[in-house]
């Protein structure tokens, strides 16, 4: 049976936060989380971390998409992909959530 939150399309509209059922660290740069609820740890790279730590509050994936755009002058159209693919993961493992409404 999929869950509500795997059944709604991630898109650049989107508004994503971390979940509750997690805790992370910062690690020179990069990022590591532990799932409370699979007691799974997962690695984040720079990219990844910054994603992270834009992930504290709720905020849209265009907004995400932006920052990273920002911060390595990369092409919009593949980093939005990247970055679909990568949330989709973080939904998939229960480390964020998608949100109704707007980014705070």
Do not use: N
Not at 85 to 97: A, K, R
């Amino acid at each position: 049976m999929a869950s509500s939150e795997a059944s709604r399309a991630l898109s650049t509209t989107s508004v994503v936060a971390a979940t509750k059922d997690q805790v992370s660290s910062d690690l020179a740069g990069e990022a590591v989380i532990l799932s409370l609820q699979t007691g799974m740890y997962y690695g984040l790279d720079q990219v990844g971390a910054l994603i992270w730590e834009r992930l504290r509050t709720p905020t849209s994936v265009a907004d995400i998409r932006d920052a990273i755009v920002q911060q390595y002058d990369i092409d919009s159209e593949g980093c939005e992909r990247d970055v679909l693919t990568f949330l989709q993961q973080l939904v998939d493992q229960g480390l964020i959530e998608l949100r109704d409404g707007t980014p705070s």
